[in-house]
Structure formats: C-alpha cells, structure tokens
C-alpha cells in the first residue's frame, strides 16, 4: 500500500469559548491513501467538519499530529500555512456565497486563487478556461454566480477549488443545497476528477446517494472515528443472511458494502449503536481476555453482595483468531 497522503494520529481540537472547553475531536486516528475517494459522516457536532477544517490548514490542532503530503499541519509557520492552502489543498463548502465572489464572472472567479498565487495573466486565463470546460461549463465563463443554477455553481467552486492543481480536495457537504439529480451530477464530476487528476477527494455528507458510491465511509462520533465503511468489489447474494443487515450510520446495504468498527491507536474501540442497544448493562465493566475471545462483564453494586461475573450477562465483544490474525465481530 503507498504511503497515506493524509496520516492523523490521536488528532484533538479543543475550541475555548469564554470559560468553557469544547472538545470537538478527541483524539481520532485517519489514514487516506492517495487518490482515494472518501466520506466522513457523523451525527451534527460530532466533529466532520471541524477535521475538514484542520485538513485545509483553517484550524490548528490542540493536539496528536497530522501529515498531509507531507506537511506537518501542527508545525507550519504562518508562511507555510498559507502556502499549503494554496497548493496542497482545494476546498469547496455547501453555501455557494461561500466559494464564490458573486461581483466576479465564473472565469474571474477561477483565475483569482491563481492571481494569488502569483500566476501571469495569459497563462491563468488558459487555466481557468480549461477548468471550467472540464467541469462542463464551457460557454458560461462570463456568468456570474446569479447566472448559474445551484449545481453550475457548485461546478464552478470545484473549477476554483482546483485552480492551483492541489492533491487533496475537500468538500463540507457539497450537496447539501443541491436536488437528488444534481447531487449525482456532482459526485460523477467527483469521480471523474479522481480518474482523470488522480486526485484524492474528501467529503463530509449526509447525503447516502454519495456515501454509497464513494470507496469507504469514515464514520465519527463524539469526535473520534467509530465505524468504517468499504464498498463490496462484488454484491453478496448467498451468503447475505450470515452477515449484519445494514451497514454505516446511514444504513448502506450490507450486499454492497461492509462495515468494520475501528480500534484506534490508543486500544479503544465505539460499539455500534445496535451493540449499545443490546448490552444489558451499562456504567463500569471488567475486560477479560478468554482464550480465543474478549468480553466484557458487568461490575455489580459491591454492597449489595454481588461480586462480578457470576451470572450469565457477560457480553462477548470481540473474538480474536491467534492462528491467522484474523478479528471476527
Ligand atoms: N469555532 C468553534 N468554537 C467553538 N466550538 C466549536 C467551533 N466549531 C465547532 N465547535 C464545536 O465543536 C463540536 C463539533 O463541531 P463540528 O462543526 O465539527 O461538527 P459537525 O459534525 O461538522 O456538525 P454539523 O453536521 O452540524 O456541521 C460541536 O460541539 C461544535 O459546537
């Protein structure tokens, strides 16, 4: 497997807000392999787009590190930082009024990063030009973003996301204001992209039609990632009844993807929300390491003269193949 492009280790992000601390990620571990197509979803202030914003360089981690291409995004200078924005990553947000100038035609919009940059004005015309009939908006370069349907718009904030070539593009819920029909157009530029640039593309979504089509689904809660979801190379068919029923905290089909729950570096571990549901028991409890198997039993109420373990509410969490290295749920 080549070396991630995007490498997080018991990544933290604290936001101080007057007295209070709020932890949005506590200490979450992400690896992405270059020209990799991935989703992250979560419940709302689980903490997607709080990474989003550490990736693109906006936010600077409290703590844990982590490398994109190569940059330290807890060691840059302010220099560097706005060089890494620039060149490393793109980035487009739902609210168009948030990737576009509205005073400024598609082609002005798409050739100012590269001004920023420094580029000279023929070649930034070629560019962006180039761009906008990649993501099929040849004929519209002089539209301004009123001129443009929702899904024109979100085409030309991924022209301008991508003006300064970057490896790694970021999407915080593109589709999020976008019909079923246009988010599908979206998502196949997305691939295409991916095909054509070898770019690697990250996307916060709730939205299931895209999470279903990318190549794995990173799930996080309460600012720590819980489950993954990777696409099926082949649907099962037979063998459908032996596995979970559905997959992903948006219910992806458990025929065409299959989802893993993570143990991140530090040994812990997120039960799915089913296993949650069907433990007897909650509050303090004993790990054992049984053999070929790890459970998890309850510690009773010491006064009352219960000791632990006595009664049949063990719950069997994991059970561990030494022979093969293989992990069964
Ligand atoms: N700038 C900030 N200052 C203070 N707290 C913040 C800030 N940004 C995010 N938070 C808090 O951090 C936590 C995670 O927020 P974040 O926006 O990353 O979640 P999210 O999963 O993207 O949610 P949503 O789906 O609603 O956008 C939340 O409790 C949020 O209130």
Not at 140 to 168: C, F
Not at 210 to 229: K, L, W, Y
Request: proline share 4%; glycine share 8%.
């Amino acid at each position: 497997m080549p070396d991630p492009i995007v490498l997080c280790d018991n990544l933290v992000k604290i936001y101080k807000v007057a007295d209070l601390e709020v932890v949005a990620l506590q200490g979450l571990d992400l690896e992405v392999a270059p020209g990799e197509v991935m989703a992250i979803v979560g419940a709302s202030g689980s903490g997607k787009s709080t990474l989003l914003n550490i990736l693109s360089g906006l936010d600077v981690p409290s703590a844990g590190s982590c490398i994109v291409d190569g940059n330290d995004l807890t060691r840059l200078s302010q220099a560097q930082r706005i060089n890494y924005r620039r060149r490393i990553v793109g980035q487009i947000w739902q609210q168009s009024g948030r990737n576009l100038l509205p005073e400024l035609s598609a082609q002005a919009n798409v050739e100012l990063p590269q001004m920023l940059s420094g580029v000279g004005s023929s070649q930034r015309v070629k560019r962006a030009k180039e761009l906008l009939e990649l993501v099929g908006l040849a004929g519209k370069e002089q539209k301004r973003p009123t001129q443009l349907s929702g899904g024109e718009q979100q085409r030309t904030a991924i022209a301008v996301a991508l003006s300064n070539d970057p490896k790694v593009l970021l999407a915080d819920e593109p589709t999020g204001e976008l019909d079923s029909v246009t988010s599908g157009e979206i998502f196949s530029l997305f691939r295409q992209l991916n095909r054509e640039l070898g770019l690697t593309i990250i996307t916060v979504t709730h939205d299931a039609t895209i999470a279903a089509a990318v190549d794995r689904t990173i799930a996080i809660r309460d600012g720590r990632t819980s489950t993954e979801t990777v696409r099926r190379e082949t649907t099962l068919e037979t063998i459908e009844a032996h596995m979970p029923t559905s997959s992903a905290v948006i219910g992806l089909s458990s025929r065409t993807h299959r989802e893993s729950i993570l143990i991140d570096r530090a040994g812990r571990l997120q039960l799915p929300k089913e296993a949650i549901e069907t433990l007897p028991f909650n509050g303090r409890a004993e790990v054992r390491i049984i053999g070929d198997h790890v459970e998890l039993w309850p510690i009773l109420d010491q006064t009352n003269g219960n000791g632990n373990g006595n009664g049949n509410d063990a719950v069997s969490i994991a059970s561990l193949n030494a022979q093969n290295g293989k992990r069964e749920q």
